[in-house]
């Protein structure tokens, strides 16, 4: 029996703990779910602009893994935290994803794939010297810049 009531006290802690998650401490859990895909591209790409800028040394090594680290980022299945209500009108202090994501009509998706396709093109190069990984890197802004000015608030 006392396994039963520790299984049980387990179990309801992990009910609440994952309540309290979902329950707004923090903020929306979609939102903070794409925010912090965005740190990842940001933290990834931050490593390849300093090397295409010469900030940094180029490594191919370090150029590889970040650029993979993007692909792979960028093929990750994002539906569950680009919903509707998580929008800039919706959750003015947490969100900037403008209503024109949810329009019909939007480009949103057709940007993001595009994306995936770039980043998963600089990944192959990345690796093949700092010319070759610069070069590929302009699909992959453009794809961020396409996105953020359609669909992106201003920050306050």
């Known amino acids: 029996m006392p396994r039963l009531s520790i299984l049980l006290a387990v179990s309801c802690a992990a009910v609440v703990a994952g309540s309290a998650f979902a329950g707004g401490h923090g903020g929306n859990p979609a939102v903070k779910a794409r925010k912090a895909h965005m740190q990842l591209y940001a933290f990834n790409l931050g490593t390849l602009g300093a090397m295409a800028k010469g900030e940094i040394e180029y490594?191919?090594?370090?150029?590889?893994a970040a650029a993979n680290n993007l692909a792979a980022v960028a093929s990750l299945n994002q539906m569950a935290y680009w919903v509707p209500g998580?929008?800039?009108?919706?959750?003015?202090?947490?969100?900037?994803?403008?209503?024109?994501?949810w329009e019909e009509g939007s480009k949103a998706g057709e940007i993001g794939a595009s994306f995936a396709e770039a980043a998963a093109a600089l990944a192959a190069v990345a690796g093949d010297g700092k010319d070759a990984m610069a070069?590929?890197?302009?699909?992959?802004?453009k794809g961020c810049g396409d996105c953020h000015k359609a669909y992106r608030a201003p920050n306050n």
Do not use: K, Q, W, Y
């Not at 070069?135 to 802004?141: C, S």
């Open 59 to 64: 490594d191919a090594g370090a150029a590889s």
């Open 86 to 101: 998580t929008s800039s009108d919706d959750l003015p202090d947490e969100s900037r994803a403008l209503p024109a994501i």
């Open 135 to 141: 070069g590929a890197m302009g699909a992959v802004g």
